[in-house]
Each structure stands twice: as structure tokens, then as C-alpha cells.
């Protein structure tokens, strides 16, 4: 039997698309981040403008990408508020990340 019939959770695998976007946006953060990474808890607030109205996840459709560069790690996140919209013409992403 494979290992993910034994697992109580199926593990799950990212797509190509999913990996290049993932990195597309690592880099973009990077890019706009000055400094290094906060140390401790942090608050963020999250602007998603979809290009779909498609259903999303957007508490976790930022998190990772931001590892290592705004904070060392998404589990000091104690914090988010957000907002969903859509955008067909122009899709994008705001983020801002605080000390908590």
C-alpha cells in the first residue's frame, strides 16, 4: 500500500504553475523588501485582487512566499486581516507587514 493511503491526510502536491507563481511572487517580495527579515510576532494586512472570481485561499495564498524575507517564518504571524476583490484587467497583490 503507498505511504499516502496510510497517511490520515493525503499529502498534497503543488503544480508546476502553483511552484512558478510561488516563486514569481518570492521574488517580487524580495525585490520590494528592504531590510532583514523581522524577528518576533507580526501582524499583516492582505489586499488580494483575483483576476477570477474563482474560489480562493487567501489566508494562506501569501504566507510562504514571504518566508525568509519579511519575517524568518509564517509561524510568527499572530495577526491578519484582509480583503478579497477582483481585478480581470490587473490581478495583484498588496501586503504590509508589522511588528505585532
Not at 9 to 36: I, N, V
Amino acid at each position: 500500500m503507498p505511504n499516502d493511503m496510510l497517511r490520515r491526510h493525503p499529502k498534497r502536491y503543488m503544480t508546476h504553475e502553483g511552484r512558478a507563481l510561488k516563486e514569481k511572487y518570492h521574488w517580487e517580495a524580495r525585490a520590494q523588501w528592504k531590510g532583514k527579515p523581522l524577528k518576533g510576532e507580526v501582524r499583516m494586512h492582505v489586499t488580494l485582487y483575483f483576476g477570477t472570481k474563482r474560489r480562493a485561499d487567501w489566508d494562506n495564498f501569501h504566507k510562504h512566499a514571504l518566508n525568509g524575507i519579511a519575517y524568518e517564518d509564517d509561524s510568527q504571524i499572530r495577526q491578519v486581516t484582509g480583503m478579497l476583490a477582483y481585478d480581470k484587467q490587473n490581478p495583484w497583490i498588496e501586503l504590509a507587514v508589522e511588528p505585532y
